[in-house]
């Protein structure tokens, strides 16, 4: 148990080591691109999907693969070349249930896009593999459906 956690540990550093050699200097840097989706503010989210993309990252504190990508997807969504195209929504699952359950979270880390308040079909993304380059790809490709 010890080695897996000293591994993770390992992949989340070497992942937002190797992202910050991938995002441009002068990429715009705003945190109004991230939020904490909470039952209180799940509406609000949920209807700003009507002007840009919303990615609803399901997540846990305790879990692993979560957190060594928390920083490399929150690094995109402030400083990443698309930027300011969509919104990060992270959800923790264990506070949040009734919004897991609504979209039957059964794994985690879980990335759902979500425009005009619909799911993108077939565009979850479930884990996370330790690649920037692919994470970056996953939210480049659903901003291209538009």
Same mark, same amino acid.
């Given at each position: 148990m010890r080695k897996i956690a000293m591994l993770t540990g390992?992949? %989340?550093v070497s992942a937002a080591t190797m992202l910050s050699t991938m995002v441009p200097a002068s990429a715009a840097?705003?945190?109004?691109n991230i939020v904490e989706v909470t039952a209180a503010n799940y509406d609000s989210v949920l209807k700003s999907s %009507?002007?840009?993309?919303? +990615?609803?990252d399901f997540n846990a504190t305790w879990c692993g693969p979560c957190q060594a990508m928390k920083p490399v997807i929150e690094k995109l969504a402030k400083e990443g070349a698309d930027a300011?195209?969509?919104t990060l929504a992270s959800v923790d699952v264990d506070n949040n249930k %009734? +919004?897991?359950? $609504?979209?039957?979270?059964?794994? +985690?880390?879980t990335l759902a896009p979500v425009r005009n308040s619909e799911?993108?079909?077939?565009?979850? $993304?479930i884990g996370y593999d330790g690649d920037p380059a692919a994470l970056e790809k996953y +939210?480049?490709?659903q901003l291209a459906k538009g």
């Open positions: 390992a992949v %989340a840097t705003t945190d109004d %009507a002007d840009k993309l919303v +990615i609803f300011g195209k969509w %009734a +919004i897991a359950d $609504q979209y039957k979270i059964e794994y +985690i880390p799911e993108l079909k077939d565009s979850r $993304q +939210i480049k490709d």
